[in-house]
C-alpha cells in the first residue's frame, strides 16, 4: 500500500490550486484528481459518449424515481 503525500499535495492545494484549507480538506479523492488534471481511466467522455448515455437513458420527462 502506498502513502499519499499529504504535505505535497496541500502545498499544491494551497499555492497551485488557490484553495483555502477548509475547501481542500473538504474536496474528495476524486474531485482532488480532477483539479489536478490526472488523467482518468476511462477518459473523456466525446460526443459519441454522449449520444450513446442518451439513447440508453432518454429523458422522457417524467423525473428520476427520486421525484415521484
Request: a negative charge.
Amino acid at each position: 500500500m502506498s502513502r499519499l503525500a499529504w504535505a505535497d499535495l496541500l502545498r499544491i492545494g494551497l499555492q497551485r490550486l488557490r484553495l483555502s484549507p477548509e475547501d481542500f480538506w473538504a474536496l474528495t479523492p476524486a474531485e482532488l484528481q480532477l483539479m489536478l488534471g490526472s488523467p482518468s481511466r476511462s477518459g473523456p467522455l466525446l460526443s459519441t459518449g454522449l449520444v450513446a448515455l442518451m439513447a440508453l437513458y432518454p429523458d422522457d420527462g417524467e423525473g428520476t424515481d427520486d421525484e415521484r
